[in-house]
């Protein structure tokens, strides 16, 4: 089973809030995930990459994994308007390549 | 950097014609690049696997000979869309990366836009 489940959102929350955003998945052999951000009509860019369970920093940015749940979430401190996108996770391993979710729509209000 | 240029970023023609969809790598050697579709609402769905000098793999359910790819060189790779029809209109998206290891990440273009009339 490759599934990534990911609440599509649309998530609104006023400029200043703290964002969480989170994934879940069902394949075992998952070893790293990322979160890529996708503006309208744009191609998805990498945010963050970590390629085990713990917490990763960077910016305002704080990617966390929980293997053991098989529980991936994003934070993002002092969200910005600009912060408005789509917020997709993906997980990989094994033979395979990545498998992405539909992603979150993320909407910071002014 | 890992900027990854996709071209064209739209495309409007009618039934029948063949389209074809460049993804460069721009400022590093991508020994693998892949080609996904994406529909509004809906994850990424990965079409193919293409790797410098070899056949793309392609997933369950995608035509070879619908979506022809090539992989000549590490910094191109190539979509073309056949005798296209209205229900082959999407949003397609390369994604490029480093190295052969399977854990590099991909690094993704903006995405081509076709319309087919």
């Known amino acids: 089973q490759k599934e990534v489940e990911q609440d599509p959102g649309p998530l609104s929350v006023p400029e200043g809030a703290i964002v969480s955003l989170n994934c879940t998945y069902s394949?075992?052999?998952?070893?790293?995930f990322m979160w890529y951000r996708q503006y309208s009509r744009k191609g998805p860019e990498l945010l963050m990459y970590?390629?085990?369970?713990g917490n990763k920093e960077d910016g305002r940015f704080t990617a966390q994994v929980d293997k053991s749940s098989k529980y991936i979430s994003l934070f993002i401190r002092d969200s910005q308007p600009s912060d408005s996108a789509t917020y997709l996770c993906?997980?990989?391993?094994?033979?395979?390549?990545?498998?992405f979710g539909k992603g979150t729509h993320l909407i910071i209000q002014p | 950097g890992a900027v990854v240029s996709q071209h064209p970023s739209r495309v409007i023609c009618k039934s029948g014609t063949s389209v074809k969809i460049e993804c460069r790598s721009l400022d590093f050697q991508a020994t693998t690049m892949f080609w996904y579709r994406q529909f509004p609402k809906k994850s990424l769905m990965l079409m193919a696997t293409s790797n410098e000098g070899s056949k793309a793999t392609y997933e369950q359910g995608v035509e070879k000979d619908k979506f022809l790819i090539n992989h000549a060189s590490l910094t191109l790779s190539t979509l073309t869309v056949t005798s296209a029809h209205p229900e082959d209109s999407s949003f397609y998206i390369c994604s490029a990366s480093k190295g052969q290891a399977i854990n590099q990440p991909q690094h993704f273009g903006d995405g081509t836009r076709l319309s087919i009339l």
């Open positions: 970590t390629y085990s369970s």
């Open positions: 993906a997980g990989g391993g094994g033979a395979d390549g990545l498998t």
């Open positions: 394949n075992s052999a998952f070893q790293y």
